[in-house]
């Protein structure tokens, strides 16, 4: 087989379980990550190993120029929450939310997708266990998807159809640990942290390291990478 | 009034029309313009220049790291169409197509409109006298503002519903002409050309080239622009 897939890697737990299944399924993985100024940068690090363990045919990370847009505490002098109860994550929008990061990154895949002749875009939205951000629910992935096959050249001249695949969407938190166990993802090389510690741990209150660590505990697994505090979830 | 409108704005005719419309509308314009490493980069100059006669509040240049994927005559190593026929252009899509550029470039107006507090989005997409590429269709143009206000905070929290204004849609290249002269834009401040030449003139061989020039004949008007060949259109 050597249907292409381009891959959204952030190098966190979804987008790296996401690129396993891509793999799985027997896709040729083009892996898309970004550097837009976050300021847990660390992911990078993280999706180049991810990367390169999963074996892609090609990774590439974009720089993106919307940290001088602002609005939001990932790329902003605006505070990451802390320590928020897992029942508070996902009613309403943090802080953490980017203005339309979904739509800019798959905006970019579009474009490498189209000019490789892959049709499929894989995505680590999920929209159980998440931050409730928009661009992450599966109406919006549908419209994306919608408007990507109006947009390009490929698909207006039959040569095929995108799909957007976003196989995490309905999964918990405790599944996606147990998937990527199953698919044999080295944990270890992915990470959550929006906020890390200057010696460049996880700091384990932020609502991405609150979510992980609440879905290591759910399916029993010690999750291997490092806290800078190991408070209950 | 203070609406303000986030405008994409590359300097050529019709963005540079349709900045000179939101204005008239009475918008605060933010204007937006992408360095994404087109072989006409003479077109930022224009698009500054343009931004500051029609007094935009705001004009930002983003970089755009989408060279690398290639698969575009304006971005890589593919030539670029000349003296083609006005009836042959718009029959298909050309080589000066690059792959999701409208997304990419929408997507960034999305980001910044959201963080300002902006609902209307101008582009100066035409699909009458243009070189048929995909993302310049009204249908295109709808599915990307159906998406957009299913990507966003501000919409999904009720703050505003977001709008692509295409004002150039359906206008004859000799129409926007006349629009922009009516508007009192200086059009000898605006640039089409795809293909500039080593000393800075506009080929006049291209089809963005040759469409203008048919704009302009059509309307009775001397292009106040340079061209390296001056023949018949």
Known sequence: MDRRA?????????????????????????????????????????????????????????????????????????EVPKGRELEEIGRGIPPTYVPARNTIFLAHALAWAEVIDAFDIFIGANCI????????????LRAFEYMANLATKAAVEGRGRFHIRAPMLTLSKEDIVRRALELGVDLSLTWSCYDPT??????????????????????GVEDPIRYAKREAV
Chains 1, 2 share one sequence.
């Not at 363990?53 to 002098?77: C, M, Y």
């Not at 266990?129 to 919006?140: I, L, W």
């Not at 932020?206 to 399916?219: H, M, P, Q």
Request: net charge negative; aromatic share 8%.
């Open 6 to 78: 381009v891959v959204l890697l952030s190098g966190g737990l979804d987008s790296s379980t996401t690129l396993a299944i891509a793999r799985s399924e027997g896709y040729e993985c083009y892996a898309l990550s970004f550097d837009y100024g976050q300021r847990h940068r660390r992911e990078l690090e993280a999706a180049r190993r991810v990367a390169e363990a999963l074996n892609v045919r090609d990774h590439r990370i974009v720089r993106l120029d919307i940290a001088q847009f602002g609005g939001s505490a990932l790329t902003a002098d605006i």
């Open 129 to 140: 266990d998440y931050s409730g951000y928009p661009d992450c629910r599966p109406e919006y």
């Open 198 to 219: 200057p010696e460049g741990l996880a700091c384990g209150q932020c609502d991405s390291c609150i979510l992980r660590r609440s879905g290591f505990e759910a399916a």
